[in-house]
């Protein structure tokens, strides 16, 4: 099954007569993978670079709110921008390393399989590509007691990500005294901003602060 938003490129693909194949002129964004039906899934994309973050997060959901299809997916294929790829495999102390970088560790073990100059493309773009390989979790790979109070955790942290963790959790309505004994109960330090984290340490924080409520 192939679904494309370009009217141009699904003409060509429908004159090819592929065997076996549906084409459907529709935006992937909106499309029902649930209407296919198949007990597993291998998504493969040369993805608009513009919606890849967007396509990421129709494939998987988000962290505490998966997609409906999520146990149907075996694995995803792109082609993204090569500083997009950079961002999904990134690790923490990394100027990548990002919001989408972790809800991919959340949902899938991720890495980077190739790296395609400009040049191979016809007309040339002005960024070099990546081929990246996302293969699902059978579950989440933290311990985590509330996977929503994760989201919202990582996503405040991330909105200022210059400043220290603990100065963008205001709406968890904890004191600055009490995020620093709950930081040092958890040996991470006060001062540290969301870009040093793993995902394992954003989980512990998480747990932490829903054992307070």
């Known amino acids: 099954?192939?679904?494309?938003?370009?009217?141009?490129?699904?003409?060509?693909?429908?004159?090819?007569?592929?065997?076996?194949?549906?084409?459907?002129?529709?935006?992937?964004?909106?499309?029902?993978?649930?209407?296919?039906?198949?007990?597993?899934?291998?998504?493969?994309?040369?993805?608009?670079?513009?919606?890849?973050?967007?396509?990421?997060?129709?494939?998987?959901?988000?962290?505490?709110?998966?997609?409906?299809?999520?146990?149907?997916?075996?694995?995803?294929?792109?082609?993204?921008?090569?500083?997009?790829?950079?961002?999904?495999?990134?690790?923490?102390?990394?100027?990548?390393?990002?919001?989408?970088?972790?809800?991919?560790?959340?949902?899938?073990?991720?890495?980077?399989?190739?790296?395609?100059?400009?040049q191979s493309f016809i007309p040339e773009p002005n960024v070099n590509s990546a081929v990246i390989r996302m293969t699902p979790h059978k579950s989440p790979p933290v311990d985590c007691s509330d996977h929503k109070l994760l989201r919202q955790i990582i996503r405040a942290g991330f909105k200022q990500r210059r400043k220290m963790l603990k100065n963008n959790l205001s709406f968890l309505n904890l004191t600055e005294a009490e995020l620093g004994a709950l930081f040092a109960s958890l040996k991470i330090d006060p001062m540290v901003r969301a870009e040093r984290l793993s995902l394992d340490q954003f989980a512990k924080i998480a747990n932490a602060v829903a054992a307070r409520r």
């Open 1 to 118: 099954m192939a679904v494309d938003l370009d009217r141009e490129c699904v003409e060509e693909l429908n004159k090819m007569n592929i065997p076996g194949v549906e084409i459907h002129h529709q935006d992937f964004l909106q499309f029902d993978l649930m209407s296919i039906e198949c007990q597993s899934l291998k998504v493969v994309g040369n993805v608009p670079y513009q919606i890849t973050t967007p396509i990421v997060a129709r494939l998987f959901g988000e962290i505490g709110a998966p997609s409906a299809w999520l146990s149907k997916i075996d694995s995803v294929v792109m082609t993204v921008q090569k500083e997009v790829a950079e961002r999904f495999v990134a690790n923490p102390n990394n100027k990548n390393y990002s919001q989408i970088t972790l809800l991919i560790k959340y949902f899938a073990e991720a890495e980077m399989l190739e790296v395609i100059p400009a």
